[in-house]
C-alpha cells in the first residue's frame, strides 16, 4: 500500500508540474537532466537580497555599463527568477546535443543584451524568434515566457583525408599508405644519391687545395627534388589534390547546411513542446525527484547507452575502449544528484545506481570493517581532520579476476578476449587472498592530530658585486601538521623481520620501543613506526606514538565520528575552524591577512562520505557546516562570506 500511495504521489506531482513548468518541453530520451529551482532559491536569498550584497551590486554594474543603462537590475533581464531553470542532453549517433531551458517574464530584457549584429540575423515565425550560428549551428529562440540555447556537440570526425593530401599519402587513389610511401621512395632515393656527389666533389676540391691553389670550384648537380616538383606528373597531383579539396569542402558545407537545419528543427519541436513525450513520462527520472524539495537536481540516465553514442566515433572513428564489453561495465548504471541549502549545512547527496552483475562484484569490495581500536588512538578536540578507507582487501582481490573476465568477455580484440581469462586466472592461482588480507586487511585510518611549530632548513642565494650567486642554507619556522596512519594487520613477525633489516641497513634506528626513519635531509619531521595490537602505526610525534605504546594516551572520539568512519566505505573530514584558529596570521596571503578574525568566525567543517554498496545502490554525500550565528541559512552564508573577502 506505502508503495502505491507513493506511486500516486510522484504522478501527481509530475501532472502537476506539466501545466505550468518548462519540463513538459523536455523529451523523454534525454540523457541527462540538471534542474535549477528558482522558487526554493529565492525563498533562501531573495533578489532584493542578492542585489544589496557586494556581489549582486558588481553583477548589477556590469549588466549597466553593457547595455548602456538600458537594465539597471536583476529584474530588467526578464527572467523569471522563481520558476525552475533546466539543462538536458541528448545524445544519438556520436552527436550530443546540450540545450538550456530558461523561464522569462517577458522577451523585451533579453532583446536589450542581444548584440545589434545578431538582432540583424534575428528571424520570427509562429510565435519564436531565433537567431542561429551559422558556424556552429548553436540556436537562441525565444517567446514571451522560454527562452531556449541549444548546441551539439559533434564527436564524429570524416576529415583524416586531408591529412593524407597533406602528406602526400594520397597522390594515386586506392593506394594504401605503404604503397604510397613505396612509390615516392625512388625520388627521395635520388635526390640522396645527388647529395652524396655533391660532397664527394667538395671533398676531392678540398684534397686538391693542399698541392696546389684552386681559383675557382664550380660544382654542378641536378636538384632531383626542384625537377620532382616542377614536373608535369606534380602538377598534375596538385590539381587533383585541389579537386579532392573542394569537394571534400563541398561536402562538408553540405553535412554543416543539414546539421544546422536538424539543429533548427530540434529547437522549434522542444520550444513547442509535447507533453505526451517529455520527460515526465520517463518513470526512472520521476522516480529520482524525490519530494521535489531541492535547491538543484541532476540525474544521469544510462551511462551504457552514453558511452555506446560517444565511443564508436571517437578519435578518427575508432573505438580506443573496443576491447571493453562497455555494456556490461556501465549499462544500466545511473546517477542522481541533490543540493540542498539548510540552515546550518549545505549538503550535496549523488546516488550511483548499478546494474546487478556489478553491485554483486563490487558489495564485497567494498564490504570492510574497521578497527574499533582506532578510536583509542586520537582526540577529536585536537585533530585537523581525518581521512578514512574502509574495504576488503579479501574481498578485492576476490573479485578482481571476476570483474577483468566481465570486462574483457565480449571484447572486440580477439586477442584480447582470449588471453584476458587466462591472465586473470593465472592472478587468482598466485595471490593468496586471506594470507594477503592477513597483510592488510583493508582498513586504514590518516589523522591530522595536531599543528605545531617546526624548523625548516632551506637554501637560499647570497649574490655579490658581480651578481655571482654563493647558496647559503638558512632555518625558519613553520606550522606543520603532526600526522598518524594507522591499519590493522596480523602479520607482526613479518613486520618485526623485515624492521631487523631495515636496522641492519642501517635506514631505520630502534629505540623505546619505536622504529625511527629519517626520510631526507631536507624533510621537516621524522616517521615513527611501530606493531600494536593488530595494527602498523606510522607518525610524525614521537610523543604520541610513545603514549599510545604504553597505553597512557587520552583520546576523545564521539560517537558521531565513530559511525562516520565505521559505516562508510570512505570518510573525509576536516575541522577548518580548528585550522584556521590555529594558523599564524603570517602565513595567509598579505590580502587576507585583515580578514584573518572574518575567517575564523565563518569557517565550519567539511564531511565527505562513500557509503557501502546496498542492493544496486552507492551513495555519497558532502556536508559543509556554516555557523549558527550571523546568516540566515547556507545559502546566505556562502553570499555573507564572498562579500566580506570582497574589498
Not at 69 to 77: P, V, W
Not at 128 to 134: A, F, G, I, N, R
Not at 427 to 438: H, P, Q, R, T
Request: hydrophobic share 35%; proline share 2%; glycine share 6%.
Amino acid at each position: 500500500m506505502r508503495k502505491l500511495l507513493s506511486l500516486i504521489a510522484i504522478m501527481c506531482f509530475a501532472f502537476g508540474m506539466q501545466g505550468q513548468d518548462l519540463i513538459s518541453k523536455i523529451p523523454s530520451t534525454a540523457k541527462a537532466v540538471v534542474t535549477l529551482k528558482g522558487k526554493n532559491i529565492t525563498n533562501l536569498l531573495s533578489v532584493k537580497e542578492f542585489e544589496d550584497s557586494k556581489i549582486g551590486k558588481l553583477l548589477v554594474r556590469e549588466l549597466t555599463n553593457d547595455t548602456k543603462g538600458k537594465i539597471t537590475d536583476l529584474k530588467g533581464l526578464g527572467l523569471a527568477l522563481d520558476k525552475n531553470f533546466y539543462y538536458f542532453m541528448e545524445t544519438e549517433k556520436g552527436v550530443f546535443t546540450n540545450s538550456f531551458l530558461i523561464p522569462l517574464t517577458t522577451s523585451d530584457g533579453f532583446m536589450s543584451v542581444i548584440p545589434e549584429h545578431k538582432k540583424e540575423k534575428m528571424i520570427t515565425e509562429a510565435g519564436l524568434s531565433y537567431v542561429q550560428d551559422e558556424y556552429d549551428g548553436t540556436v537562441v529562440m525565444w517567446n514571451n515566457n522560454t527562452l531556449l540555447v541549444t548546441f551539439n556537440i559533434d564527436t564524429n570526425y570524416d576529415d583524416y583525408g586531408y591529412y593524407d593530401d597533406i602528406y602526400g599519402y594520397d597522390s594515386n587513389p586506392g593506394l594504401t599508405v605503404q604503397e604510397a610511401e613505396v612509390e615516392v621512395a625512388p625520388a627521395a632515393e635520388a635526390a640522396d644519391a645527388a647529395e652524396e656527389v655533391v660532397v664527394e666533389e667538395v671533398e676531392m676540391a678540398v684534397e686538391a687545395t693542399e698541392v696546389e691553389e684552386v681559383e675557382e670550384t664550380v660544382i654542378e648537380s641536378t636538384d632531383t627534388y626542384t625537377d620532382y616538383y616542377n614536373s608535369d606528373a606534380y602538377k598534375k597531383e596538385q590539381a587533383k589534390r585541389e579537386q579532392r579539396r573542394k569537394e571534400r569542402e563541398a561536402k562538408r558545407a553540405e553535412a554543416k547546411k543539414s546539421q544546422n537545419k536538424e539543429a533548427l528543427a530540434r529547437a522549434k519541436r522542444i520550444m513547442n513542446g509535447n507533453a505526451t513525450r517529455s520527460i515526465l513520462k520517463n518513470t526512472a527520472y520521476v522516480q529520482s525527484l524525490g519530494k521535489g524539495t531541492d535547491e538543484a537536481h541532476a540525474w544521469v540516465s544510462d551511462f551504457g547507452s552514453i558511452y555506446k553514442s560517444a565511443l564508436p566515433a571517437y578519435m578518427f572513428g575508432a573505438n580506443p575502449m573496443g576491447m571493453y564489453d562497455v555494456e556490461k561495465l556501465y549499462g544500466g548504471m545511473s546517477l542522481t544528484s541533490r543540493l540542498n541549502f539548510e540552515k546550518d549545512k549545505a549538503t550535496l547527496k549523488t546516488s550511483y545506481q548499478m546494474n546487478n552483475e556489478m553491485s554483486a562484484i563490487y558489495a564485497p569490495m567494498y564490504n570492510g570493517t574497521m578497527n574499533k581500536n582506532f578510536f583509542k588512538y586520537f582526540n577529536e578536540d585536537q585533530m585537523l581532520g581525518y581521512f578514512s578507507v574502509n574495504m576488503s582487501t579479501e574481498g578485492l582481490l576476490t573479485a578482481y579476476p571476476e570483474l577483468m573476465d566481465m570486462m574483457f568477455e565480449n571484447s572486440s580484440d580477439e586477442e584480447v578476449a582470449m588471453i584476458a581469462p587466462l591472465a586473470t586466472r593465472l592472478f587468482s592461482i598466485l595471490i593468496d587472498e586471506k594470507g594477503a588480507a592477513n597483510l592488510l586487511r583493508g582498513d586504514m585510518l590518516l589523522v591530522l592530530t595536531d599543528l605545531v611549530e617546526r624548523e625548516v632548513t632551506y637554501t637560499t642565494y647570497e649574490y655579490d658585486e658581480n651578481y655571482n650567486s654563493t647558496p647559503v642554507t638558512k632555518t625558519k619556522q613553520e606550522s606543520l601538521p603532526d600526522f598518524l596512519f594507522m591499519f590493522t594487520s596480523k602479520e607482526k613477525d613479518m613486520f618485526s623481520r623485515l624492521m631487523r633489516v631495515a636496522v641492519k641497513q642501517k635506514e631505520v634506528t630502534f629505540e623505546n620501543g619505536l622504529y625511527q626513519f629519517k626520510i631526507s635531509e631536507r624533510t621537516p619531521f621524522d616517521i615513527f613506526v611501530m606493531f600494536k595490537d593488530d595494527a602498523v602505526f606510522m607518525g610524525s610525534s614521537k610523543t604520541h606514538l610513545m603514549a599510545i605504546d604504553r597505553g597512557t594516551y587520552e583520546a576523545k572520539v564521539s560517537s558521531n565520528h565513530k559511525k562516520i568512519i565505521s559505516k562508510n566505505t570512505t570518510s573525509i573530514y576536516v575541522n577548518g575552524k580548528q585550522i584556521v584558529s590555529q594558523v599564524p596570521s603570517e602565513l595567509y596571503p598579505r590580502d587576507l591577512r585583515n580578514k584573518v578574525d572574518f575567517i575564523a568566525n565563518n569557517t565550519e567543517d567539511v564531511l565527505f562520505t562513500a557509503g557501502k554498496v546496498k542492493g544496486n545502490t552507492m551513495q555519497g554525500e558532502m556536508i559543509l557546516n556554516t555557523p549558527e550565528e550571523g546568516h540566515k541559512n547556507s545559502l546566505v552564508y556562502f553570499i555573507n562570506l564572498l562579500n566580506g573577502m570582497i574589498d
